[in-house]
């Protein structure tokens, strides 16, 4: 495969991420959420860092910015928002395209978590970085964008290719799935949350997972099914999807 993904945790619950285009050798890191680890990564694997791409401003994604440039010199890109803590060298918006090597990212507007959230999709690998937009069986709460464009961002990763590797930015699936469990008792939901206790219990990420399993599992996905179920049919999308994600914001479990 042309791009490789190196996955690592971070902080208390964060993915670090550090990708090369295998065609060059050049490598980039996906957000900075702890600077010393991923330098630390980086000299263990060995590479060179072309590029800092940053999904939104949160200090967890790009709070180690300053650091990995100054030890690296990589460039940063990511959208304008994250001027405000961070160093940033090109500003990227929805239908923007970044390189690194030969690998091509599309960027896609996914604002709703923040304003300007972006992600990024490698569309030859099949392969996007969603930071905290699409969580598995989850998503991102609402900080500063509506509960419709948080929807409309969500439906932007929804319709990319099934077989799609969805890199999420935090490990958060298995409190994800018992609040999933408490709103569908959709049976393919009920097996995968079984595999996600399983597979937290032997310490494995469930990270990264798919277009096709978050479409039919993700209740934040499902909800205006969801919605019509408990009789709000009729309403649009996004207000059954308000629903389910103001429900998730008070759910203790
Ligand atoms: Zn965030
Ligand atoms: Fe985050």
């Known amino acids: 495969m042309p791009l490789t993904v190196h996955?690592?945790?971070c902080l208390s619950d964060n993915y670090g991420f550090l990708i090369r285009d295998e065609a060059t050798g050049l490598a980039a890191c996906v957000d900075t959420p702890d600077a010393a680890a991923i330098?630390?990564?980086?000299?263990t694997l060995g590479w060179n860092l072309a590029l800092i791409m940053n999904t939104h401003w949160h200090p967890d994604h790009a709070g180690g910015n300053a650091e990995i440039q100054k030890a690296t010199g990589a460039k940063i890109v990511g959208p304008a928002e994250v001027r405000r803590i961070a160093p940033l060298d090109r500003e990227l918006a929805g239908g923007d395209a970044v390189e690194l090597g030969q690998t091509r990212f599309e960027v896609i507007e996914a604002g709703g978590h923040t304003l300007g959230h972006i992600a990024y999709y490698d569309a030859a690998d099949r392969i996007a970085f969603v930071g905290d937009t699409l969580f598995a069986l989850g998503c991102?709460?609402?900080?500063?964008?509506?509960?419709?464009q948080?929807?409309?961002s969500l439906q932007r990763l929804a319709a990319l290719p099934d077989d799609t590797a969805v890199y999420c930015a935090h490990?958060?699936?298995?409190?994800?799935a018992r609040f999933a469990l408490s709103v569908d008792g959709d049976p393919a939901l009920k097996a995968r949350a079984e595999e996600i206790f399983a597979a937290r219990e032997r310490g494995e990420a469930t990270v990264p997972t798919t277009i096709a399993l978050?479409?039919?599992t993700n209740p934040f996905l499902r909800a205006p099914m969801l919605a019509a179920q408990v009789n709000a049919a009729g309403k649009p999308a996004y207000e059954a999807f308000a629903a389910v994600r103001a429900a998730k914001d008070n759910f203790k479990g």
Do not use: C, D, V
């Open 7 to 9: 996955q690592f945790p």
């Open 39 to 43: 330098l630390a990564e980086l000299k």
């Open 140 to 148: 991102g709460r609402i900080f500063e964008g509506t509960a419709e």
């Open 150 to 152: 948080m929807w409309t």
């Open 171 to 176: 490990e958060y699936t298995a409190s994800n």
């Open 214 to 216: 978050e479409k039919a």
